[in-house]
C-alpha cells in the first residue's frame, strides 16, 4: 500500500512560478528523486508517491509551504492503495493508489475543499474527510506568519519553542502566540487520529 498526493497551485495564474518552484523542488527532493518519485507538470500540477503512513502530514507541510507565499494556496487529493503498475515516472506509474487520488482531484475542482483522502474505506474515507474539512477552516485562513511557523513545527517537530524563536528572530512568547492561532494543537490531533487508523486501510 502507497499514497499518492496529486495536487495543484490554486490561482497560480497570479503569481509568478520561481515564487513556489524552487520551494517545492527541494521539499519534493526529500523523498527520492524525480521523476520516479514525483514530477511537477503542466505548469502547476504535481504528483508524489509517499508511504501511507506520512502522507497526511507530507500534505499538510506542502500546504503550510505554498501558504507561506502570500496569495498562493494548494489543491491536494490523497489516495491510498496498491501499485500495480511501475512506469517510467510517478505520472505514468498505475494502480488503486493513483486512480484515487486523480479522481478524488477532479471531484475537489468543483468545490471549495482544498484537500480530501480517498482510501477506498467508506467509514475512514468519511470520518477523516468530515475532520479535513472541520480543519481547514482554519488551515485555509493561514497567514503567511502562521504557514512559515507550521512549516518550521512540523519540519522539526523535536525543536522547542525557544530553538524556533532563534531561529526565526522573535521572542518564545511570540512563537507561542502563533502556534496558538495557527491551531498546531487541533493538526497535532488530527495527525495523531490519522496515525491511529492507518493500520486499518
Not at 486512480?99 to 467509514?123: H, M, P, V
Amino acid at each position: 500500500m502507497i499514497a499518492i498526493i496529486t495536487g495543484d497551485i490554486i490561482d497560480s495564474e497570479k503569481h509568478a512560478s520561481s515564487e513556489w518552484m524552487e520551494l517545492l523542488k527541494n521539499f519534493f527532493a526529500q523523498f527520492g528523486p524525480s521523476p520516479m518519485n514525483w514530477e511537477i507538470y503542466r505548469g502547476d500540477e504535481f504528483q508524489l508517491k509517499v508511504n501511507k503512513e506520512n502522507a497526511l502530514l507530507t500534505a499538510i507541510r506542502i500546504k503550510a509551504l505554498i501558504k507561506s507565499v502570500k496569495g498562493l494556496d494548494v489543491r491536494m487529493a490523497i489516495g491510498i492503495g496498491l501499485e500495480t503498475f511501475l512506469g517510467a515516472g510517478v505520472t505514468e506509474s498505475n494502480g488503486p493508489a493513483y486512480q484515487l487520488s486523480g479522481r478524488t482531484l477532479e471531484s475537489l475542482k468543483d468545490s471549495k475543499i482544498s484537500l480530501s483522502i480517498a482510501t477506498d474505506n467508506e467509514f475512514y474515507d468519511r470520518t477523516l474527510n468530515l475532520m479535513l474539512r472541520l480543519s481547514l477552516d482554519f488551515m485555509d485562513d493561514w497567514s503567511v506568519v502562521s504557514a512559515e511557523i507550521m512549516t518550521l513545527v512540523l519540519e522539526n517537530p523535536e525543536a522547542s519553542q525557544k530553538e524556533i524563536a532563534k531561529q526565526l528572530g522573535i521572542k518564545q512568547s511570540a512563537v507561542s502566540q502563533r502556534l496558538k492561532r495557527a491551531r498546531l494543537d487541533l493538526v497535532e490531533e488530527l495527525l495523531a487520529y490519522y496515525q491511529h487508523v492507518c493500520p486499518e486501510f
